[in-house]
Antibody, heavy 123, light 113 residues
Framework: EVQLVESGGGLVQPGGSLRVSCAAS????????MSWVRQAPGKGLEWVAS????????SYAQSVQGRSSISRDNSKDTVYLELNTLSPDDTALYYC????????????????WGQGTLVTVSS | DIVMTQSPDSLPVSLGERATINCKSS????????????LAWYQQKPGQSPELLIY???TRESGVPDRFSGSGSETDFTLTISSLQTEDVAVYYC?????????FGPGTKVEIK
């Protein structure tokens, strides 16, 4: 069974940093791009970042560009998202998702999704 | 960025009736190189994570009931639930994956009338 389990969320003060993790199982992790998508309380879905199968190519939403870093460890089947200079606008449930890219495309659809890890930025 | 819009915001439908959700992209998401529309649909039930329903605009994900269908091309797309069931109460999102960043519509909340 394909499974994604996020961890590492919590309460962070404004200006602080946090690293969230996503452990994958049930599929060939190193063959897939992986992504983070967030959902603020009561709001819609917002893509945050993606990383290619080999971990070399990463892309970020403008809202987190320059203050976040996505990485992966294919030996541990885990993807990470580090968030810095956090503000209350970053408060959200952060989902990890496997990304399906057709052919040579660098963006795809998301399936499955993990259960999410909640990041709350507040003083 | 490609902006995705959806209509309506909320859709009350009687059990067994048809539900139709519209999604529009600010530019075409059709690729002539692979002859495909780069558009997916997701279902998010209350308190749960989103689940993929449809990709390539009309390909149903394995295990998705055939009452769900997707159609459309270029900039205008539709998700249809042919006969609404209780378990279909959810928010539905469209997403384009034609260009980075991938972007989602704001969602349509389907409820029982």
């Amino acid at each position: 069974e394909v499974q994604l389990v996020e961890s590492g969320g919590g309460l962070v003060q404004p200006g602080g940093s946090l690293r969230v993790s996503c452990a994958a199982s049930g599929f060939m992790f190193s063959s897939y791009a992986m992504s983070w998508v967030r959902q603020a309380p009561g709001k819609g879905l917002e893509w945050v970042a993606s990383i290619g199968p080999g971990g070399v190519r990463a892309s970020y939403a403008q809202s987190v560009q320059g203050r976040s870093s996505i990485s992966r460890d294919n030996s541990k089947d885990t993807v990470y998202l580090e968030l810095n200079t956090l503000s209350p606008d970053d408060t959200a449930l952060y989902y990890c998702a496997r990304e399906h890219r057709g052919g040579e495309w660098l963006v795809g659809w998301f399936d499955p999704w993990g259960q999410g890890t909640l990041v709350t930025v507040s003083s | 960025d490609i902006v995705m819009t959806q209509s309506p915001d909320s859709l009350p439908v009687s059990l067994g009736e048809r539900a139709t959700i519209n999604c529009k992209s600010s530019q075409s998401v059709f690729s002539r190189s692979n002859n495909r529309n780069h558009l997916a649909w997701y279902q998010q039930k209350p308190g749960q994570s989103p689940e993929l329903l449809i990709y390539w605009a009309s390909t149903r994900e394995s295990g998705v009931p055939d009452r769900f269908s997707g159609s459309g091309s270029e900039t205008d797309f539709t998700l249809t639930i042919s006969s609404l069931q209780t378990e279909d109460v959810a928010v539905y999102y469209c997403q384009q994956y034609y260009k980075t960043p991938p972007t989602f519509g704001p969602g349509t909340k389907v409820e029982i009338k």
